[in-house]
């Protein structure tokens, strides 16, 4: 049986659409129909799902069943904690995202950022669907993952994987290293980019906690929504990934 890919988190009973890819090949072969169980894979999982509707463009499902772990969990190369800005800039962000292969975003609202977590969850929906059509143009084995907003101290709750390098471009007034200091070359590598107002310094408390590299860049300040794009692609290049 033939595996989709998804790239969000799903749950039985959840009702989605395949990548725009997959539909238009499920569509053009015409060898599966309404009520077909087809497998489905995220990152993390496997799952049973039918198919409820074949319109136009675009393949329907609902997840029927949970099979577990996927044989091979996919682990993100570069991961980017973002800041929340406005509209617009967050929106570029992420579509170049998808262009230049930064494997996950997770957008966190901190001190001065330009928008909350409870009104940028209501973007979730159209970030994905950028995404998609980011990755359709670039053509990504495996498209950028986003996750919903969190804000800043929910980071320490998070899930990051024991090697992983973790750093935090910072402008403050704290003991900073360059990136050609780092090894981040066979690692899973998150980086922390804030808003343009910079970090509180309850927010570098956070990375503190999580034992976060702070790092500077030589030059120029960037913007929010071009400093992840500039490290990712740096990161990339130093892990042969570009």
């Known amino acids: 049986m033939q595996k989709y890919f998804v790239r969000h988190k799903l749950s039985v009973g959840d009702i989605t659409h395949l990548s725009d890819s997959d539909s ?3 569509l053009s072969q015409n060898k599966l129909h309404v009520e077909d169980v087809i497998e489905v894979e995220t990152y993390q ?3 049973l799902a039918q198919i409820t509707d074949m319109e136009k463009n675009s393949v329907e499902i609902e997840i029927l069943e949970d099979k577990g772990p996927r044989e091979n969990s996919y682990i993100p190369s570069i991961s980017i904690i973002q800041s929340l800005s406005n509209d617009t800039k967050f929106n570029y962000f992420v579509e170049k995202s998808v262009e230049i ?6 957008p966190t609202e901190t001190r001065y950022s330009l928008r909350g977590k409870s009104k940028a969850i209501k973007d979730y929906g159209m970030w994905n669907k950028i995404i998609r059509d980011a990755t359709d143009q670039s053509r990504n084995t495996f498209p ?16 990051f994987e024991e090697d992983a390098v973790k750093i935090c471009l910072a402008t403050e007034n704290v003991d900073a290293k360059y990136l050609n200091d780092i090894d981040v070359k066979n690692k899973p590598v998150y980086i922390a980019i804030g808003p343009e107002k910079g970090w509180s310094s309850s927010d570098l408390d956070v990375f503190k906690e999580l034992n976060f590299t702070f790092v500077k860049l030589r030059g120029n300040i960037l913007r929010t929504e071009t400093t992840g794009l500039v490290i990712g692609s740096i990161i990339k290049y130093i892990k042969e990934e570009i």
């Open 101 to 106: 292969g930064i494997e996950k975003i997770i």
């Open 144 to 159: 950028t993952m986003i996750e919903k907003p969190i804000r800043i101290k929910e980071l320490l709750e998070y899930n």
């Open 45 to 47: 999982n496997t799952y």
């Open 24 to 26: 238009e090949l499920i």
